[in-house]
């Protein structure tokens, strides 16, 4: 009776694989690594953040909350660590259960910022794609909106690839909608100066670290300022409505 029921199981197998629903990329945005201005370490934070929050939703992937990031890095004591070792950045990928990692570097020189993306494959540590993009430090915000739509366009283009049975799309562009950071802003837009835009930027990662530190009053504080630098940035409006809740 037990050998036909195997037997019955083994019979199946093959139709139970063809039933299961293909799994898309689960995909974790690491910190990235800081290596020119101290002053502006805290972004790493908030550039995670906004490129976890912008990659949300992009068809067929699933994107790992920072919230759990950080739960990981907790435990293994790393704090807001940069994982600039694969070794380490595939150990961060298993424990999320992520099958790409995005990570990367940014440096500020003489008021220019240039942040380099690239997406690491976590078995593998293989690069499968890579993405460069340089402004003004004040710019910030609108570098990290290109690098997001860089991104989601070249998972969209992975993912056509994959459903006609082209394999990994590489550095494939097309498919999906990439934002234009530099299209005009609406006329009743309050455009905030160049200093008060980084002051902005800073204000919202900080308090984004209060919030992993459970410093909720210092963290209002923190997207308070950012607002009020800021009245355009959507992510520090964001996390202040969810602490109303």
Do not use: C
Not at 70 to 89: F, K, M, N, T, Y
Not at 94 to 121: N, P, W
Not at 210 to 218: H, I, L, V, Y
């Amino acid at each position: 009776m037990l050998r036909a029921f195997f037997v019955l199981l083994l019979t199946l197998l093959p139709s139970l694989a063809l039933a299961a629903p293909a799994m898309g990329d689960r995909i974790a945005v690491l910190y990235f690594e800081n290596k020119g201005n101290p002053e502006l370490e805290p972004l790493k934070v908030g550039l995670t953040q906004m490129l976890t929050t912008d990659l949300t939703g992009t068809h067929n992937v699933d994107i790992v909350e920072r919230t759990r990031l950080q739960e990981i890095l907790d435990e293994l004591e790393l704090g807001h660590s940069s994982l600039v070792d694969p070794e380490s950045a595939a150990k961060v990928g298993k424990l999320l259960q992520a099958s790409h990692l995005v990570m990367g570097t940014y440096f500020e020189l003489g008021g220019t910022l240039r942040i380099d993306a690239r997406m690491v494959e976590v078995e593998t540590t293989r690069i499968v794609h890579a993405k460069g993009v340089s402004g003004k430090t004040a710019q910030f915000a609108d570098m990290e909106k290109e690098l997001a739509g860089d991104l989601r366009t070249f998972l969209l283009a992975r993912a056509t690839a994959d459903k006609a049975g082209g394999g990994a799309a590489g550095g494939t562009r097309g498919g999906g909608e990439t934002p234009d950071p530099k299209g005009q802003a609406p006329a009743d837009t309050v455009v905030a100066h160049d200093e008060d835009r980084v002051k902005a930027a800073l204000a919202y990662s900080e308090g984004l670290i209060f919030m992993d530190g459970k410093d909720t009053a210092r963290a209002r504080e923190s997207f308070q300022k950012a607002v009020a630098a800021d009245p355009n940035l959507d992510a520090a409006k964001t996390q202040l409505a969810a602490l109303d809740l």
